[in-house]
């Protein structure tokens, strides 16, 4: 069973840091990992998917790594902003669950002016 | 249109009665799929369509829960009976490819159920 794990589960920060936030999953066999962001009350935003053969994904100030032999997966924001606020949801395709993602719990994040 | 379309966004209900959530996907989407998030927990995978058939209904959780998908666009979530327990937001997706595997999924705002 693919089980999905976010560190920390919560993060507070100045404006203006760099930061990390960290995902594990346990089953390696994935076809990608994909990273969200949620608001308070809305749906999930899309950031970045990074292919089971890719390393890693930029978009602006984010930057997604996947080390998919270790099970791991990092999204590193430079610059934070208060707009940034908000929960970070990595998830991943298995490839024996065809079509279902698996999600982590979620690293809820503030950022502070 | 320009992303996933959700409805209605906000439901009350009474226990027992029924209730149906509707989805548009995004224009050319042939992949959809239903998630459930429940208060302080994470996201459940529900059902999968490819087009108007669904391969992957194993994450329904009971026989109250149904889906259908119409003209390869339109899907239609059916809880029969409501129960507290329901309460949650249901979240609609949808990708672009026949098989889903490698490409982004763009979700919706979601439907926020709850059930008194």
């Known amino acids: 069973k693919q089980e999905v794990t976010q560190i920390p589960a919560a993060l507070s920060v100045p404006e203006g840091e760099n930061l990390v936030l960290n995902c594990s999953f346990t089953d390696s066999a994935i076809y990608n990992l994909q990273w969200f962001r949620q608001d308070p009350g809305k749906g999930l935003t899309s950031l970045l998917l990074i292919q089971s053969s890719q390393r890693e994904q930029t978009s602006g100030r984010l930057n997604a790594s996947l080390d998919k032999s270790s099970g791991r997966s990092t999204l590193y924001i430079a610059a934070s902003q208060p707009g940034d606020s908000a929960t970070y949801l990595c998830?991943?395709?298995?490839?024996?669950?065809?079509?279902?993602?698996?999600f982590g719990e979620g690293t809820q994040l503030t950022v502070n002016p | 249109g320009a992303g996933v379309s959700q409805s209605p966004s906000n439901k009350v209900t009474e226990k027992g009665k029924d209730v149906e959530l509707r989805c548009d996907p995004i224009?050319?989407?042939?992949?959809l799929y239903w998630y459930r998030q429940s208060l302080g927990q994470g996201l459940e995978f529900l059902i999968y369509f490819q087009g108007n058939s669904a391969p992957d209904k194993s994450g329904l959780p009971s026989d109250r829960f149904s889906a259908e998908r119409t003209g390869g666009s339109v899907s239609t979530l059916t809880i029969q009976r409501t129960q507290q327990e329901d309460s949650a937001v249901y979240l609609c997706?949808?990708?672009?490819?026949?098989?889903?595997?490698?490409?982004?999924?763009?979700f919706g705002e979601g439907s926020w159920l709850t059930v008194v």
């Open positions: 998830a991943v395709r298995r490839e024996t669950s065809g079509s279902r993602l698996t």
């Open positions: 224009s050319g989407h042939t992949a």
């Open positions: 997706a949808s990708s672009v490819s026949m098989d889903g595997i490698g490409n982004t999924i763009y």
